[in-house]
């Protein structure tokens, strides 16, 4: 079994990135499940909170990515770039410097995203790439996924409902559960 962790960068309650994620949970390929997790509850890093101890929500989520195979980030764009509160999670994941490069390093990592805008968040995947380089994942560029005038693809309720996007998320994420069987982590 192939197991991928998903984590939405947005704390929206009607998020088109959670509903993005909640969307994928159904159509990863056979023999692979996707496990949802929440940057919920993590705050905002602070050198002196750090120096007390990791808090007990970032270590959940590190112990969440080393188990999982890979994992998937869905992403937001704000101002054309990376969303504060995700960004602020991925920085608290990083920490402490000597642990990092077990939770990042050589981690088989993809990004997706959506927004109500026409570009699909563009630049904000973009803006991952010196943050994925700089933690040396192994991050898979063979698929990509921008979900544009999000309105329009998925329903009041959160359900994707744009056939041709669920079809480009279904291939995308065989794509990505492809390089993962095939690929090794890096050691
Ligand atoms: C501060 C801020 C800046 C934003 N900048 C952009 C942007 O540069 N490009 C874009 O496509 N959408 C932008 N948006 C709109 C977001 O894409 C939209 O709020 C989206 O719904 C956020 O993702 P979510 O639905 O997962 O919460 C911005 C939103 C906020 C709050």
């Known amino acids: 079994m192939t197991k991928v962790l998903g984590i939405s960068g947005s704390l929206r309650r009607g998020s088109y990135n959670s509903a993005l994620l909640r969307a994928a949970t159904g159509l990863m390929p056979e023999g692979a499940t996707l496990e949802v997790a929440s940057i919920r509850g993590i705050p905002l890093y602070d050198g002196d909170i750090e120096a007390q101890g990791i808090p007990a929500s970032v270590s959940q989520l590190k112990e969440a990515i080393v188990s999982a195979d890979g994992v998937l980030l869905v992403t937001p764009e704000y101002n054309n770039s990376i969303p504060g509160v995700f960004k602020n999670t991925i920085d608290w994941l990083s920490r ?18 959506a927004s109500p805008g026409p570009f699909g968040t563009i630049m904000s995947q973009s803006a991952w790439l010196p943050v994925m380089r700089t933690l040396g994942v192994q991050l898979w560029t063979g698929g990509r996924l921008m979900v544009a005038r999000a309105s329009n693809v998925f329903d009041e309720g959160g359900t994707l409902k ?8 279904k291939q995308f994420l065989a794509g990505y559960v492809a390089f993962l069987r095939h690929t090794p982590p890096a050691a």
Request: net charge positive.
């Open 96 to 113: 402490p410097n000597t642990d990092a490069r077990r939770v990042f390093g050589g981690r088989r990592i993809a990004i997706i995203g």
């Open 162 to 169: 744009d056939a041709a996007s669920a079809d480009a998320l």
